[in-house]
């Protein structure tokens, strides 16, 4: 028989080594622990958080309805970029809610607000849903009323109230700032060699005023292409019951522009670049020129004049401003123009990973990480739905929305909200894009 001596004195002496395994664990070898060094966040990432679930009905979908913005023809990933207010509309707005469309001509936008779902439902499809960058207490949403027939509305949240409703195409967006709304049409044919673009922009607050028209007629400036409308009652009657400071401008397959602020509008085309600003609600030309025009959101315009290549003389001007800078030859040339890029001095990135001189912002892994985590749940509604293989063929869809830290999951019969985790890219971008 042991004595009892022996038996506690044993049970003390493991204690003491539990205790020592305990405080020295989590130190790395190399600082005198017995464990490796603590392996990286990202390798931890099979038990993500959800804020919010939200289980949809037979039918309905995080997808638009004919949307197509006239400078975006090709389709825009389901899953979107960054979130940017320069980006092309996406049904995950933010972190903060869903557009929805469901079967018989229906359709709602919901957000997580107060730890409820809140629902704005319409009588028709949705074609595009943004929430205004700045407050995010306006909802601006293009519905689809009838064949090539569409409408916009802003909406005050959380009330839902209808502040404004107009005819338009089937795209409308704000400016960057969050202080305005770009809508517009096609007037005549769309898709000819040149077609007409008729634009409006509205302030989310207050009256829009007088319906105006740019006239086209700045001294030392080019005179519109034939046929451009510099007159209301050259109009269509659409155009001109559409209400706001108004201009047409010619379009070609493959023009942009960019409404960076409220009373500023930048417009790419082959023959040259145009920088409009608004003044005593009429739009007028400040500048135009030759040359391939583009942005560098959120930090200002780029301009390449003269064949691409070495020779091609290069420079940048802030968006409020026609003040061109020229850039360093030693500059890698600048990729092809895409919505997703994010510029910050000296480099560029977007949310696929894509770099551009950048080497400082640490690489995209969650994506993968939340695709394999939630891979089992999509094979769940793979057996419950048969829709859910038309609509995630491959797997559940995951929209990051790094720069506020959360990510939308749909694993085909619920839409998640996920945290992300804390790693530094997250930091990054959540300080470079808010």
């Known amino acids: 028989m042991i004595p009892q001596r022996y038996i506690i004195a044993?049970?003390?002496?493991?204690?003491?080594?539990?205790?020592?395994?305990?405080?020295q664990a989590p130190r790395p070898v190399s600082e005198g622990g017995v464990g490796n060094a603590a392996a990286p966040a990202i390798m931890s990432l099979g038990g993500y958080e959800s804020v919010a679930e939200y289980r949809l009905q037979e039918g309905w979908s995080p997808r638009f309805q004919s949307t197509k913005d006239p400078d975006q023809p090709d389709p825009w990933p389901f899953e979107g970029g960054f979130g940017t207010p320069w980006e092309p509309a996406s049904p995950y707005l933010a972190?903060?809610?869903?557009?929805?469309?469901?079967?018989?001509?229906?359709?709602?936008?919901?957000?997580?607000?107060?730890?409820?779902?809140?629902?704005?439902?319409?009588?028709?499809?949705?074609s595009s849903a943004?929430?205004?960058?700045?407050?995010?207490?306006r909802l601006l949403v293009t519905l689809q009323m009838g064949p090539a027939r569409f409408e916009t509305r802003l909406l005050e949240l959380p009330e839902g109230r209808v502040l404004w409703a107009v005819q338009s195409g089937p795209w409308s967006r704000f400016s960057w700032d969050g202080k305005?709304?770009?809508?517009?049409?096609?007037?005549?044919?769309?898709?000819?060699?040149?077609?007409?673009?008729?634009?409006?922009?509205?302030?989310?607050?207050?009256d829009p005023g007088d319906a105006t028209l740019a006239a086209w007629d700045e001294p030392g400036l080019p005179q519109p292409s034939r046929g451009t409308a510099t007159k209301p009652e050259a109009l269509s009657e659409d155009g001109q019951?559409?209400?706001?400071?108004?201009?047409?401008?010619?379009?070609?397959?493959?023009?942009?522009?960019?409404?960076?602020?409220?009373?500023?509008?930048?417009?790419?085309?082959?023959?040259?670049?145009?920088?409009?600003?608004?003044?005593?609600?009429?739009?007028?030309?400040?500048?135009?020129?030759?040359?391939?025009?583009?942005?560098?959101?959120?930090?200002?315009?780029?301009?390449?004049?003269?064949?691409?290549?070495?020779?091609?003389?290069?420079?940048?001007?802030?968006?409020?401003?026609?003040?061109?800078?020229?850039?360093?030859?030693?500059?890698?040339?600048?990729?092809?123009p895409d919505p997703a890029w994010a510029?910050?001095?000296?480099?560029?990135?977007?949310?696929?990973?894509?770099?551009?001189?950048?080497?400082?912002?640490?690489?995209?892994?969650?994506?993968?990480?939340?695709?394999?985590?939630?891979?089992?749940?999509?094979?769940?509604?793979?057996?419950?739905?048969?829709?859910?293989?038309?609509?995630?063929?491959?797997?559940?869809?995951?929209?990051?929305?790094?720069?506020?830290?959360?990510?939308?999951?749909?694993?085909?019969?619920?839409?998640l909200l996920t945290r992300l985790v804390e790693v530094e890219r997250v930091r990054t971008l959540r300080r470079l894009l808010r």
Do not use: C
């Open 130 to 137: 943004r929430l205004d960058p700045a407050k995010g207490n």
């Open 180 to 206: 305005a709304a770009l809508v517009g049409f096609f007037e005549g044919p769309e898709g000819r060699a040149e077609s007409r673009l008729l634009l409006s922009a509205l302030p989310l607050d207050g």
């Open 10 to 23: 044993s049970l003390f002496i493991a204690a003491m080594l539990l205790l020592f395994a305990v405080v």
């Open 343 to 415: 510029w910050r001095e000296g480099g560029a990135f977007d949310p696929w990973d894509r770099r551009w001189n950048e080497t400082a912002l640490p690489p995209e892994r969650q994506r993968k990480a939340l695709f394999e985590a939630f891979r089992p749940e999509w094979r769940a509604a793979l057996g419950l739905r048969v829709s859910v293989k038309g609509w995630l063929p491959k797997g559940p869809e995951i929209a990051l929305r790094e720069p506020q830290g959360v990510a939308w999951v749909w694993v085909g019969d619920r839409l």
């Open 95 to 126: 972190d903060q809610g869903l557009a929805l469309n469901g079967p018989k001509g229906r359709s709602e936008v919901i957000l997580w607000r107060g730890l409820e779902w809140r629902h704005y439902r319409f009588d028709a499809l949705l």
């Open 241 to 336: 019951d559409l209400p706001g400071a108004r201009l047409q401008i010619p379009w070609h397959p493959g023009d942009r522009f960019w409404f960076p602020r409220r009373d500023r509008l930048w417009v790419a085309a082959p023959q040259g670049w145009t920088a409009w600003v608004l003044e005593a609600g009429h739009w007028r030309r400040e500048a135009a020129g030759p040359g391939h025009l583009s942005a560098h959101p959120p930090q200002g315009m780029a301009l390449q004049e003269g064949p691409a290549g070495e020779d091609a003389v290069r420079k940048i001007a802030p968006f409020a401003r026609v003040e061109w800078t020229p850039v360093t030859g030693d500059l890698p040339p600048w990729p092809t």
